[in-house]
Every structure is written in C-alpha cells, then in structure tokens.
C-alpha cells in the first residue's frame, strides 16, 4: 500500500473514537478483543506506553470522521518528503516519533488496532527496523479548485500526509511521546 510516488493517491480512513493511528501490529499480539484492547489502548496511560514503545503513532486532532491520508516511506537511499504542493499548504508539523516495524505498519482508527488487523485496515509494507514518523496536517481546501459543489475534487489533497523515514537517515530522537499528535506554536 506504501507507494513512494509523491503524487500517490490518498487513502480515506476513519474512526468513531477520535483518533486514527499508524501501529505496529505485532506489539499488539494480545489485543484479541474489546477485553483486551481496552486496557491496552483505551485511556492515556496504556496509549502512551505504546508510544513511547515505538509501536504506535498517534494521528489525533480529537475528532471522529472519515480523513484522506497519504503514507509516504522512504529508505536509506532516498528520504520521504512533502511535494512542493503540499509544503505549500501545510498547518502544522508534528516532532518525529518513532516507530518499530518487524516488515508491516498498519493505518486504521484507533479503535481498530489489534494483533490481527481489522479486514479495511490499511496494511504498509515497511522496512523492519526503527523509523522516524512527522505527521503533517494539511489545509486542502486552501487550495484553489480543490472543491466541487463542497465536497473534494478528485485530485484534493490529503488531509494528512505521514512521512517515513529510517531513524538512520532522519532525526534519531529524543522522539515525541503524546497522544495529541500537534501542538500549538509548534
């Protein structure tokens, strides 16, 4: 699903908890159902742990909805980066965090995370190893044309685009650990 073309194709992902996330699936290897997602996933504590673990990364504005998100990785020869385009309309940044891969990355809403992914969970091949993951929010529709009759046009970019790069090649830490993926005045 991964596709390193800058032009790719955004995804559209979404959660009725609020959050949507990029997760390592095999941290999460206990999370079988609700009884065990809850204490995993459900408050901070448990979604922090995660993080700091390198095994989840939050996209959280702390609001439900369908969003449109673009994946973009990068290796040791070529580092993922934002189009010209997008850098234009970018909001906000995140700090990198970090994520540890065994080979897969999983996108979904939160709610979604599991030790077997949901069957409409985006499934990322990604090399095994530590990445370094900034979030980018997006103001799509301060693009001109990037609406018809108040909804998306066809080639309206992402509302967020999530760059991936080896920790090798990008910024090794100290790595963000927060649920709220933005800040102001960041």
Not at 11 to 38: K, N, Q, R, Y
């Amino acid at each position: 699903m991964s596709d390193p073309r800058p032009d790719a194709a955004p995804v559209t992902v979404a959660t009725d908890a609020g959050m949507l996330a990029l997760w390592s699936p095999a941290a999460f290897s206990g999370v079988v159902d609700h009884a065990s997602w809850e204490p995993e996933l459900s408050e901070e504590e448990g979604r922090l742990r995660h993080i700091r673990a390198g095994a989840l990364v939050p996209i959280n504005i702390r609001s439900d909805g369908a969003f449109g998100v673009v994946v973009r990785a990068g290796s040791a020869a070529a580092d993922a980066r934002l189009t010209e385009r997008e850098s234009t309309y970018v909001v906000v940044s995140s700090k990198p965090y970090l994520l540890r891969s065994q080979g897969v990355a999983c996108l979904s809403g939160i709610e979604a995370v599991a030790g077997e992914p949901w069957p409409d969970t985006v499934r990322l091949d990604l090399a095994d190893g530590d990445h370094s993951v900034v979030v980018h929010l997006i103001d799509w529709e301060a693009e001109p044309g990037s609406t018809v009759d108040g909804k998306p046009s066809q080639d309206a970019l992402a509302d967020f685009v999530v760059l991936v790069n080896p920790a090798s090649t990008a910024a090794s830490g100290p790595y963000r650990v927060a649920t709220d993926t933005f800040e102001l005045g960041e």
